[in-house]
């Protein structure tokens, strides 16, 4: 069953001002997909995140997990809670167990699990995010690598084994092989049934993950559809400050210039269209 | 005096401690008057303890390291190398120490001692030369990440050094942030002349550099244009480093039989390249 936003505004008061970070915004990440949610800075993707959990809560709409409100006042919202998991932006600043144990058995422990159960969630959310469990589970947090510790945080919300998995800019910051590291740890929950919503400022990547890709611009969503739906609409994204993929602009100079290359968001696609056009061409040429 | 290299790098070792294994072994190069040198590599691969030595914060513990012919392990030169060669770390919130932004580019001016008189016009020139001249009278904490980082180059700035070298300066910036502080520095490069050491771990950043320089296990893995070394695809990603997605484009053409040249860094080159492997494929 999907995670539903109905008609979400937020909005908070500082000082005498009021601002509206999230706008009447509707929005269904659907069981098993990969949403990338893109936006400029300050668009509200991380106001929305957390909505996607009940931690904040909406000024007015209702957040639906399974067709319940999870922000009703009953006794199994915590539960519903549990089911969606949210990895924050800079989430090692959250790590602060003398062990990684400790740590990633916090949210396991607060959700009133056995001893056994618990370790048996340790252990599969190690195993998740390739950490080695005999090595790094008696460390402590603070003397791992940068990617290690944003790895060690991902598997402290994995361990309770969230249905559906928020990732706020899971790899600023990161080294190149961080980031690939913790991409290729996101696909692979993703394939094996969790679902994945992605934030994200890096487009290549969302390009290459997202099943699909939902726009917010000033607390609204202003866009939603596939890669190549969203990503076409260059002009658009431009005027929002938002970056286009590279094969994106590649497609649209070709275009511009007469050669009819369709807009696909992976690279090998692109790669094997682009071949045939210009062995083509050239036996047109001769 | 002009046409000897800004830094000099010779053989080059630092050990954090006598006991551990070298976090720079080996390492030699220089860097000439006025150029934009992007460093490239892992956590871990030395390119930050790099950057320490480059400005004295660090010393050599084997071989050695010059600023402007000035070796850096001689005590005499330590505040003249370190207000020449200025440095921009990571974390824009650690680094700005005022409430205001002016206060706070003028604080390292009374650091080194500038006469009260000479301050107002070289702050002033400082704030312009980064855009933030409109800001002078801001928080520094209500800025944007872009906007402090351009404070802490401001402050620099106002030093007149003649070498800029950023650690990591944009990688906790967003896209926007990101494109303002590259732009800053490179026309500081470009019209000032400040050499600039820009250690990154982003390749589309290093990709515009005048040289690349890639690191890893604290020696020099690679060293050339940004053409010469992205072309060697093989060699990057043995060493987990990204390639531009166009670069990557050119390789997956080259393996559908399309002899597509191997040092394609942008869209626009591929376009070009497009043309020429097939004139009549695009007529317009």
């Known amino acids: 069953m999907p995670l539903v936003l109905e008609q979400v505004s937020h909005a908070y008061r500082s000082g005498p ?66 089911q969606v998991g949210l990895v924050f932006q800079y989430p090692e600043h959250q790590l602060f167990e003398e062990t990684v144990y400790k740590d990633v058995a916090f949210g396991p422990r607060n959700m009133g699990l056995s001893d056994a ?64 590291f913790l991409l290729e740890d996101v696909q692979r929950l993703n394939r094996s049934g969790t679902t994945v919503v992605l934030i994200s400022h890096a487009m290549d990547d969302v390009a290459r993950l997202a099943t699909r890709v939902a726009v917010l611009e000033k607390g609204a969503l202003a866009m939603e559809g596939t890669a190549e739906e969203v990503f076409s609409q260059y002009d658009r994204l431009t005027r929002m400050g938002l970056d286009v993929p590279q094969g994106f602009k590649l497609a649209r100079l070709l275009r511009e210039g007469g050669l009819e290359l369709a807009e696909r968001a992976r690279l090998e696609d692109i790669a094997a269209e682009l071949a045939l056009l210009i062995k083509g061409g050239d036996g047109d040429a001769a | 005096m002009t046409d000897a290299p800004h830094l000099t790098v010779s053989d080059l070792e630092y050990r954090y401690d006598p006991e551990s294994p070298p976090a720079l072994t080996g ?45 850096t392990r001689e005590d005499r030169y330590t505040w003249d190398i370190r207000r020449t060669a200025g440095m921009v770390f990571q974390n824009p919130d650690n680094q700005l120490v005022a409430t205001q932004v002016y206060d706070d580019v003028a604080f390292g001016l009374e650091n080194i001692g500038v006469p009260t008189d000479e301050m107002p016009a070289r702050i002033d020139e400082a704030l312009r030369l980064t855009g933030m001249y409109d800001f002078r009278d801001r928080a520094p904490h209500l800025l944007s990440g872009g906007q402090k980082q351009r404070v802490a180059i401001a402050g620099i700035l106002a030093m007149r050094p003649e070498a800029l070298i950023l650690d990591e300066a944009t990688a906790m910036l967003d896209p926007q942030g990101r494109k303002e502080v590259l732009d800053t520095v490179r026309a500081l ?96």
């Open chain 1, 117 to 180: 159960e618990i370790d048996a969630r340790v252990r599969e959310a190690l195993a998740l995010v390739g950490l080695d469990f005999g090595e790094i589970s008696p460390r402590s947090p603070f003397e791992l690598s940068g990617g290690q510790m944003r790895r060690a945080a991902l598997a402290g919300v994995l361990a309770m084994r969230p249905r559906v998995l928020v990732l706020d800019e899971p790899t600023a910051g990161l080294d190149p092989r961080g980031r690939d």
């Open chain 1, 17 to 82: 001002q009021t601002t509206v970070a999230l706008d009447k915004v509707d929005l269904t990440v659907r069981d098993g997909e990969l949403l990338a949610l893109i936006g400029h800075t300050g668009s509200g993707k991380s106001t929305l995140a957390q909505h996607l959990n009940g931690l904040l809560k909406p000024t007015s709409g209702r957040v639906l997990l399974d067709g319940q409100d999870i922000n009703a006042g009953d006794a199994n919202r915590r539960a519903l809670r549990f």
């Open chain 2, 27 to 71: 390492v030699s190069f220089d860097v000439p008057r006025g150029q934009f040198l992007a460093v490239l590599g892992h956590n871990g691969s030395g390119k930050s303890t790099l950057a320490k030595l480059l400005n004295g914060l660090y010393l050599p513990t084997g071989g050695s390291v010059t600023v402007s012919g000035m070796d």
């Open chain 2, 189 to 284: 490069n470009r019209d000032a002349g400040i050499t600039v050491v820009w250690i990154t771990h982003f390749m589309e950043e290093a990709a515009l550099a005048g040289r690349v320089l890639v690191m890893d296990h604290g020696r020099v893995a690679m060293d050339g244009t940004p053409k010469a070394v992205f072309s060697q695809v093989d060699a990057l990603r043995a060493l987990r480093l990204d390639v531009p997605p166009m670069t990557r484009l050119a390789r997956l053409l080259q393996e559908r039989g399309v002899p597509a040249r191997a040092d394609i860094l942008t869209v626009d080159e591929m376009v070009e390249e497009v043309k020429r492997l097939c004139p009549s494929c695009l007529n317009r």
